[in-house]
């Protein structure tokens, strides 16, 4: 199982679970975290005040992250095995019609 299988576990047919959602709400701080450190660490060139900072944004960090991940949970639930099904073929189009190709090839011999 890898990462992508548990951010987006409706590419393996599973529900979206909390294994998935403590996936995206890390993966949404870290962000907000890199940006704030781009920002003021090296751009503003203060590493001291991001540091200084830290009590005020990992809670707001906390915050973007939180809602975040609810809304893509909400939003999770409400894919159906229809749409999910699509995603695959639009997924796979190029491989299965050169895999399609191969097969028909290989019968016609």
Known sequence: ?????????????KNFGAASFALIFIVIILEVEALVLVALGIVAG???????LQEVILPGACLIALSASIVFWWRARQWTKQRVEMLNLWAGGGTSFGENVAKTRTTQK
């Open 1 to 13: 199982m890898s990462l992508l299988d548990i951010a987006f576990p409706y590419r393996q047919k």
């Open 46 to 52: 203060r590493m001291d005040l991001f540091l200084e």
